[in-house]
């Protein structure tokens, strides 16, 4: 026997389909539902119908290459690249070799990557990032993803001009204190992008379970108001050590109730909805982007992740297809977009 859902439920969802605004109370009334109920069925339903109808059933895979290994003097408490965390040291330090960023560059449009994220600790030279996209623009047409610091408008403009069509750049949870950078700085490099034409990707991340509904709702919000390109949600992985590990990880599942959240909240703003790490649950709650990696990874303590915990482009694909999305049709994203939905 079926049964009804709760009405107040029902009628946000109806609302988020017909790509209606939500606003944070109603936020907040998704955030309240438990795992297993009916009205978390149906919540994942709504977002994985949203996102299906939206992005006419594409697997998007956005190739993550981290160019360096060094400690990071920023000390963020749930990376695994930091000086405290003791894993990396300058001895140790690794920039991967041009020929090699450029292999894995030619193996991600290869298999038919829909954009190529290049990720940078906190002290790398933002000059060789330039170079780096500079030169990976002449040997691939995949679109390029800058990963790297707060910026400004000059250097905005540099990363436009070698090559760059995108930056992913998150107010992460928990930023000023478990990191020492400044919210309204991370906000700010976010207009930046927005000012000089380079499309914002974001995450909000990383989940733990320590988080309030109210700081989750928080960054979706921002993410819908300032227009991302894609924003769905990636849980923390605790690295072996990580002063994180006494509050434990969320759950695919769990991160797949969050990921249809975000997915309501987004309505007709992103091109795309991404989880991370690769699993199929997310893929049945609104997410259809995921992020193959190699090279340096804030959650792995291999310096190639892509021999640790990183997922390969391959397998990241065929988790698409076996829940009947398709990775080979075109990307919906960083396209030129008109009325880009900017309400702050
Ligand atoms: S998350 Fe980035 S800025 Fe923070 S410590 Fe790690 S590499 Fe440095």
Partial sequence: MSREINREVADILDKAADMVYLSREDALTLMGIPLHTAECYALMETANRMSRERFGGKGE?????????????????????????????????????????????????????DGLNLMTTGNYSFQKLLDVGRILSEEVAVPLVANTRDINHREGEALLEAGFVAAYHAVRLGEGVVTPLNREKRIQTIKVLRDVGLSWANCVEPVGPEHTAEELVDL?????????????????????????????????????????????????????????????????????????????????????????????????????????????????????KINLSVNS
């Fill in 61 to 113: 895979n956005h190739y993550h290459i981290g160019l360096n290994v060094e400690p990071c003097p920023l000390d963020c408490q749930f990376c695994s690249l930091t000086y405290k965390a003791g894993i990396f040291t300058a001895e140790n330090k690794i920039e991967f070799p041009l020929d090699q960023v450029i292999a894995w560059a030619k193996e991600a449009e290869q298999y038919g990557a």
């Fill in 220 to 336: 979706m919000f921002l993410a819908r108001d300032h227009g991302a390109a894609y924003s769905g949600v990636m849980r923390r992985i605790n690295f072996p050590g990580s002063p994180m590990e006494p509050y434990g990880m969320i759950s695919e599942l769990e991160m797949a109730r969050l990921v249809a959240i975000s997915r309501l909240i987004m309505a007709d703003v992103p091109d795309a909805h991404c989880t991370h790490e690769p699993h199929a649950a997310s893929l049945l709650a609104g997410a259809n982007l995921f992020f193959p990696e190699v090279g340096s990874s804030p959650r792995d303590g291999q310096a190639d992740t892509g021999k640790g915990r990183g997922t390969g482009i391959e397998i990241c694909q065929q988790i698409q297809r076996e829940m009947e999305l398709d990775p080979d049709l075109p990307s919906n994203c960083y396209r030129v």
